[in-house]
């Protein structure tokens, strides 16, 4: 069975206010870096699943909206690469 | 003077444990995902910043490097899109 190596970007949506990018932009600026500007902070999560393309990006996409991320607030992203055997 | 938009990425080595990773693999098997492994849990950090290009990526290696990640933990993967103006 092919097995494929997922990433999943979780951001918060542009239209609601990321307090910790806004602290990590402070502190970029009282560092010197006055020249960076609107930071955001999100996650990505790596995941490896075992199946048929379709099937596994189908609980790709159920996995990644459903539990790894929050749908209200936030915007998803996949990447999904078949791992070659060596 | 040109504009860019930057992504660093952060993960944990993969010599190192990582409990957050292991906490949602845990909780997909519990949700009948089975066949999901090797879960890992890092940030991405999108960032904009302006100046000439060379600057620009002098700047955010430097700040990736030193502020968004733990060199002695962490790895850090950058990209950097120039922002096209309208």
């Known amino acids: 069975m092919p097995e494929f190596r997922a ?5 918060l949506r542009r239209s609601i206010l990321d307090p ?3 602290a990590v932009e402070g502190t970029l600026h009282r560092l010197g870096h006055v020249g960076v500007g609107d930071v ?3 996650k990505r999560i790596e995941l490896t ?3 048929e393309r379709d099937a ?3 609980e790709l996409k159920q996995v990644a909206e459903r539990v790894l ?3 209200v607030m936030e915007d998803v992203e ?3 690469h078949e791992i070659q055997e060596a």
């Not at 990433?7 to 951001?11: A, C, I, L, S, T």
């Open 7 to 11: 990433v999943v970007h979780v951001m």
């Open 20 to 22: 910790q990018g806004r």
């Open 40 to 42: 955001r902070v999100g």
């Open 49 to 51: 699943l075992t199946g």
């Open 56 to 58: 596994v990006l189908a």
């Open 69 to 71: 991320s929050n749908p």
């Open 78 to 80: 996949l990447e999904l």
